[in-house]
């Protein structure tokens, strides 16, 4: 079975955690985070879904010895592939919400909220730039280790 790495579970809990606390706001903060949560909520469940999982095998799959879920490893990397760029495009729609909710808690005195919106900011940018290449990766590998493949027929 491919396990989420427990880090990635907890970061994603505690920004949620953070954020839906945030929109209790009864201020334009408050409803700028109740924005944002309406497209962040359906990213995290796709990603936690199709990209993370795989990512709990990484450690496996470098330890150069026996995998025991390669074909699953492999293939997993259908349903990531068919996200994989959209999951990028709903960054895009999210930094626009996130700024949006930026200059409202700057206006509004919430610096906290503030932190937490650059903190997932950054969370997004990790993840395009390590965390999705990574989950495309383990079931490229593990479809090079599975036996009797070919560099030609794993693609
Ligand atoms: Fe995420
Ligand atoms: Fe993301």
């Known amino acids: 079975m491919l396990t989420t790495p427990n880090s990635l579970k907890e970061e994603h809990m505690e920004i949620m955690g ?4 945030s929109a ?3 201020d334009g903060t408050g409803r700028a985070v ?3 949560l309406k497209v962040l909520e359906p990213h995290f469940e796709k990603e936690e879904k199709v ?3 795989v990512l709990g095998s990484l450690s496996e ?3 150069g010895e026996h995998v025991s879920n390669l074909r699953e490893i492999a293939d997993s990397q259908g349903a990531l592939l068919q996200e994989y760029e959209n999951m990028f495009q709903e960054h895009q729609i999210l930094k626009q919400f996130i700024e949006r909710a930026k200059a409202e808690s700057k206006r509004e005195g919430h610096e906290d909220v503030s932190d937490l919106l650059d903190a997932l900011g950054h969370h997004a940018r990790v993840e395009e ?3 999705y290449p990574a989950a495309l990766l383990a079931g490229t590998l593990a479809k090079c280790l599975l036996p009797n493949q070919t560099l030609q027929s794993v693609t």
Do not use: G, Q, T, Y
């Open 129 to 131: 730039e390590v965390l």
């Open 18 to 21: 953070s954020l839906r606390s």
């Open 61 to 63: 799959l470098v330890s």
């Open 51 to 53: 990209a993370m999982p």
């Open 24 to 26: 209790n706001f009864s």
């Open 34 to 36: 109740k924005e944002l």
